[in-house]
C-alpha cells in the first residue's frame, strides 16, 4: 500500500526497505576496504619507486655522458658505442690465444720428444696464464701512454718483465731437459732450436696478445662500459616499474 499524505507513522515496510538498502551499502563499503583500499596505498608506493626509478635513470644518463665525453676527448677517432663489441672481441680473441697456447706447446714438445704428460700441461698452464695476464694489464698501461707515475711505470716494467723471464725460463729448463735425452733421433735436434721455438712462439702470442689489449682499451673504456651497464640497468628498472 502506498503512504497517505496525512499518515503520522510511516508504513512498516519503509524502515525494511531503507535497512536493505543500508546493508547494501555497508556491503560495498566492506568490499572496498577489503580489496580496493589496499591499492592506494600501493600505488602511492609505486609511485615512489617511479620517481626514484626516474632519477637514477636521469643520474645514469648524465654520467653515461660524461663518460663518453671524456672519452672522445681523448679518443676522437672513435665511437664511445662501439666500445662493447671491441670489449666482446678482445676477451674473445684473449680467451683463443689462451687455449692455442695448449696444442701448439703441446705439439712442439712432443716432437721434441716430450710425452706431453701432467707436467707439461701445468707448465704450458702456467705460461700461458702469465702471457695473457701480463699483456692485459700491459697493454692497458701502454695505451695510456705517458707514465706519470711511478705506480703506472712499475705495472708496465713489471708485465712486461715477468713474462719474458718466464718464457726463457721455462725455454732453458725445456733446452736442458731434451739436451739429457738418449734417444738418438732427438740428439740429432739442436738445442738452440728448440729454445728458440718455444720463445719465439710464446713472445710472439705475447705481443699479439699485448697489442690486442691496447687496440680495446683506450683511454675512458672502463668508464663508458661501466656507465652504460648502469643505464642499461636503471632502463630495465624503469620499464619494469612501468609495467607493474
Known sequence: PLPEPGDVVAPWYLGAMKEHF????????????????????????????????????DDAQVVYKKACDYFEEHNPDLVPDTQPKRTLVYWTVSFGLFVLEFPMNFAAFQIFGDSANLLTAITTLMVAGILIGSAHFMGIEWRRGQFTNRQSLSVFVSTLTMPVLAILGVAALRALHFSQQTDQDVAKIPVYLLFTAFTVFNLGIYLIAALLSRWAHPVGAEQVIIARSRSRATRKNLAKIKVA
Do not use: C, M, T, W
Open 22 to 57: 543500508d546493508n547494501i551499502v555497508r556491503g560495498i563499503g566492506g568490499a572496498y576496504q577489503e580489496k580496493d583500499a589496499p591499492f592506494h596505498s600501493q600505488e602511492a608506493v609505486l609511485a615512489k619507486h617511479l620517481e626514484a626509478a626516474r632519477q637514477e635513470f
